[in-house]
Structures are given as structure tokens and as C-alpha cells.
């Protein structure tokens, strides 16, 4: 089995856990948002501080190297570590074509039961990627009575 779990910052300790027993060949993606990366390259740098154009692209690289480095730790056994620059939800998308599996954890409001649960990324994921998908809670599931109630229906009619 080919497994690709999406380390994000944050929900990636949930998304290692729950594949630590499964068996087959792991890979660790980490996607660097285009965004992000423009706003810390642009012509003033991090915090306002002028430097280097590229001094933003270094930073998220760095930590992005560290983030798969703790994800690996965490992981105990090898693992690919592969890192795209892009949309998150569509680089995952593209990055799940050859695997079978995809873990990936929740990013909306984790607070309660419910279709919020799923931030955009992660709901555009579960909706085009092309394999299995495991989703977790990066905490302790919410409790049943957080559940939305059921829609208002007029009985009078």
C-alpha cells in the first residue's frame, strides 16, 4: 500500500499517528502555499524588515525541512519527505495520483460535529482526490451533542 499523509502545521502529530501501524510505503508531503511564499518574498521582507527577495522562500523551506524532519521522528520508520509550492488543496491532489491512500486531518472548526469541521483545503481534497482518504481529528472528537440540530420543518401544512 502506497500512504501519503499531508503534514500541516499543527494536525500533522494526528495524521502520523494514525498511520504508524498500517503497513506499505510512506510519504510525508508538506505544501508550501504560493501565497504565503509571495507575501514573505515580496519587496519588504518578514515583520516589515527589509532583506534578501529570496530571504522568505529560505525561511519556509527551513521550517518545512523541520516540520518533516519531527513528522519522520514521529513516524518511527522510513518515509519519503517531499515538499511542493503551490495551492495546498490542489498539490495534494496531484501528489495523491500514484498513492492509495491519503491521511489527512482536519482544518476547520475542530470545536464541534459537523461540514465546518472541513476548512476549503481540506474539503477540496476530500472532494477531488482520486484514492482512499482517512480523516482525523488532530484532538479529541468533539462529543455527540455538539451536533448541529436537525433542520426546522413546518408540521402545518
Known amino acids: 500500500m502506497r500512504i501519503l499523509v499531508w503534514v500541516t502545521e499543527g ?22 502555499d504560493v501565497a504565503t511564499a509571495a507575501a514573505l518574498s515580496g519587496p519588504v521582507g518578514l515583520l516589515g524588515r527589509s532583506g534578501p527577495a ?20 514521529r513516524l518511527g520508520r522510513g518515509a519519503v519527505r517531499q515538499t511542493r509550492q503551490g495551492r495546498p488543496e490542489r498539490e495534494v491532489v496531484a501528489a495523491c495520483a500514484d498513492v492509495d491512500l491519503l491521511v489527512l486531518a482536519r482544518d476547520g472548526d475542530r470545536s464541534r460535529l459537523g461540514p465546518r ?6 474539503r477540496f481534497v476530500v472532494d477531488h482526490a482520486p484514492c482512499q482518504i482517512l480523516l482525523v481529528w488532530p484532538e479529541s472528537t468533539p462529543a455527540l451533542r455538539t451536533l448541529p440540530p436537525p433542520p426546522h420543518h413546518d408540521q402545518t401544512r
Open 117 to 122: 469541521s472541513l476548512g476549503h483545503h481540506a
Open 11 to 32: 494536525t500533522w502529530p494526528a495524521c502520523v499517528d494514525a498511520v504508524r501501524a498500517l503497513p506499505g510505503d510512506v510519504t510525508l508531503l508538506h505544501v508550501v
Open 54 to 73: 529570496d530571504q522568505g522562500e529560505f525561511l519556509l523551506a527551513e521550517a518545512a525541512i523541520e516540520l518533516l524532519d519531527a513528522a519522520a521522528a
